[in-house]
């Protein structure tokens, strides 16, 4: 017959991840480390995988500026591409 709610895979995900030595892995804390656009005028931060169409609306609707203005180093990544 079919196990309970889960606990048995849960304890068998614990148990080997105490075998073996490693942990998991949050992944709040890697989206964390991925910010790396910041908005000069609010330190509004942005994961590197945003895209410009994002950044020209956070602009323009937050702060009335353009991308240029908030996201003066997101212009240089996109002219190296």
Known sequence: MGGGNGAKAAQKR??????SGTTAKSQLKVNEA???IQCDTCKATFLKTTREKALTE???NKHNKTLAE???SFQAQAAAK
């Not at 614990?14 to 075998?19: D, G, I, L, T």
């Open 14 to 19: 614990e148990r080997n991840a105490k075998n």
């Open 34 to 36: 991925a910010k790396d």
């Open 58 to 60: 956070h602009a323009a």
């Open 70 to 72: 908030c996201f003066p």
